[in-house]
């Protein structure tokens, strides 16, 4: 068959392992999974209390412009209905962006390690990747810059970057977009915008109009707890949306989960609730690795990255068998790391035992 010659020897994209396996393959009664950084407290009790009585056509196809959500997000957002779009998750905005502006002969910049699909996607496209290594878990905005050339079709910052959860204040971000060339897509991923409690972290949304070359990704998938109903979002002027639309694939989001991301994004009462808890339990984080003397990276996000000082495959496979689903670094381009997704209070407290015992069983703890 006629494949794409950069597909062949390229691997799909590996998901944190399901609890149901990881409870079979141990022969575990609970397991908890802290590796895919959705939100423990799920979602919204009002998304619940609407699942309960929902009478939904399923044999209708949705709203393929999604214009109830297009005209809640515009009212929420402040911006016009004209500058959105929807995507099945994130990933597919990101497939829809990379389809839009990447082939053989161009280049897209993003910094290392960052989100792994952005490489990907750019891969399948036969687009040339420039990976500019981070500082100190930040995008090095000044190399990022000198990685543009004339040949350069998108640039992708993710602020606050997975995996190392650190953001960019917007005095650094504001003089990046300034210096980036106007033919240059720009695309700001916050996908945990909502966790970010930064001062130096300004509202983004005005960039849209003072850098035409901008898009803005979000998702319902982490603060807003309805990952499984995969709603992502972007946001940019009506000339960019209107450019990457007729890619976006007829129907991408489904009737359900259009409803369920209106009443979502109303409760703004619970995200609030979701924050609030989500940094004391990044105190809990912080307080164990300044204990034990491991590096971390200061996180604005609900994860958090740190050092184990062991082979980070092992922990994890070592965590796994103990009931803790967890990413290694390994995974992420960090070895020696795990990526943690910040759980509840006690989820964080057993955790912490557990992976006490591990790495004392490694010889890092005495």
Not at 92 to 109: C, E, F, H, K, Q
Request: net charge negative; with cysteine.
């Amino acid at each position: 068959m006629k494949w794409k010659q950069q597909i062949h020897n390229m691997k799909a994209y590996q998901p944190g392992k399901p609890i149901e396996a990881v409870k079979e393959m141990y022969g575990l009664k609970e397991v908890v999974k802290l590796a895919s950084n959705e939100n423990p407290f799920g979602c919204s009790p009002k998304v619940n209390a609407y699942l309960q009585r929902a009478d939904v056509n399923h044999a209708i196809y949705p709203d393929g412009y999604a214009q109830s959500l297009r005209t809640v997000m515009a009212e929420h957002l402040q911006v016009s209905e004209k500058e959105l779009i929807f995507g099945n998750g994130s990933d597919d905005l990101i497939a829809m962006i990379t389809r839009s502006l990447l082939y053989p002969g161009v280049n897209t910049v993003m910094a290392d390690p960052s989100f792994s699909q952005y490489a990907h996607n750019a891969d399948i496209e036969g687009a040339e990747v420039r990976k500019v290594p981070t500082v100190n878990g930040a995008h090095d905005l000044t190399a990022m810059l000198a990685a543009i050339d004339e040949n350069t079709s998108v640039v992708w910052v993710c602020s606050p970057n997975n995996p190392t959860g650190v953001v960019i204040a917007d005095d650094e971000l504001q003089n990046f977009l300034r210096q980036v060339p106007q033919d240059v897509l720009v695309v700001l991923d916050e996908a945990y915008y909502e966790y970010v409690v930064d001062e130096r972290h300004k509202d983004t949304l005005p960039l849209i109009h003072t850098y035409p070359n901008v898009i803005i990704l979000r998702t319902f998938s982490k603060a807003y707890g309805l990952a499984g109903f995969r709603v992502g979002y972007g946001i940019a002027n009506e000339e960019i949306i209107a450019k990457i639309d007729p890619v976006r694939a007829p129907f991408n989001n489904t009737v359900l989960s259009h409803e369920i991301a209106k009443i979502a994004i109303k409760d703004q009462a619970f995200i609030e609730a979701c924050i609030e808890a989500n940094e004391s339990g990044k105190r809990q984080f912080e307080a164990f690795c300044n204990k034990h003397g491991l590096h971390y990276y200061p996180s604005a996000t609900n994860f958090v990255l740190f050092e184990v000082k062991a082979d980070s495959d092992v922990v994890f496979e070592k965590l796994m068998q103990r009931g803790f689903i967890v990413r290694s670094g390994n995974a992420l381009g960090v070895p020696g790391y795990l990526r943690v997704t910040i759980g509840t209070k006690e989820q964080n407290e057993a955790f912490f035992k557990q992976l006490e015992e591990v790495l004392q069983e490694q010889g890092v703890l005495v």
